[in-house]
């Protein structure tokens, strides 16, 4: 059932009222970030056309069809030809490709031709899922449109991607798109301790580190992540409550050395959600609507003092920021630069009404 899968309930909606009707595309385009359930939900998908007792159209999540289709068969090796095979579940009517090395293959996409032109073996349909359908190159992309171009009715093809970008306007045009939601920091605690993933005070940390995905916040490192919410809390801090500016420009400095400079956008992202957060709760929002809820005791005297058009302009200087690193700047400087103008209560104008 659907309503087992964590999150996007738009999504949810959506493809219950295409299978309701009986008009479900022949293909269709997942597309959100990496790790939030694209395909947990295309098997969900499968089950419900192929379960033995479906209940107002939706699987049964019980019986045999539905258990053996949630179980893919992976190869056990790293040999990349193994890999060029369609990976069937326990199912003979769903399967799913995924690229070898870099790229899907053109094989890959003649296998699902063939599969698809056959009648399903077991249940009411075939479905296919094309896994990082962005990785299709030019020749394989081509090999996957003449099915795109006429499925056979019981065949439905799922491709799944993070980037659409890539993807050839050709593909894209021919498959509806549904978008994906990042998940919001409760859905994924809430994943992490029902499924007893970690403990509860971990699954709040790492739900909050995890920018919407499951699989970041499984393989997250918490350690890096407090240390670096601590840091920018200081930084919010000393903008906040002191106007500290010998801190800042140490926090500055912080902000640019070697250790650090992976981290480096990770951590304006983190300092954003901080004030965010601290403008969210003087505005009278509740802890729970906060990103860095479990911060909150921090943050709230921070409230009390900040000022809702400081912080306003400070997001956009931030971001004004972003934007630059993508040119070559000079970071330790355009650090230096953005705290002091972050500090000196200057409200930069053009920043409201370029927009
Ligand atoms: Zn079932």
Redesign the pocket.
Known sequence: MFSSLTGNDRVKEVLKRMLTSGRLPGALLFVGEEGIGKKLFALEVA?ALN????RENE?????S??SRIIKLNYPTSADSDDWKQMIWTNHRDVGMVVAPKRVLRVEQMRAIEREANYRPVEGNARVFIVEDADKLNDPSANALLKVLEEPPSTSHLILITARPAMLLPTILSRCQVIRFAPLSAGEIENYLTTNNLVDAKSARIRARASSGSIAKALSGDIDTFTGQRKAMLKVLEALVMTDNRVQLLRSAEQLNEAQYKDEFEERLDVLETLIRDAWMLSLGSQREQLVNEDLAKDLEPLAQKIDPTRAAAWILEIEDMREQLIVNINRKASTDALFMQMASGEIPQKRFTVK
């Open positions: 089950r379960c033995r007792s479906p699987a049964c999540g019980v019986c069809a539905c």
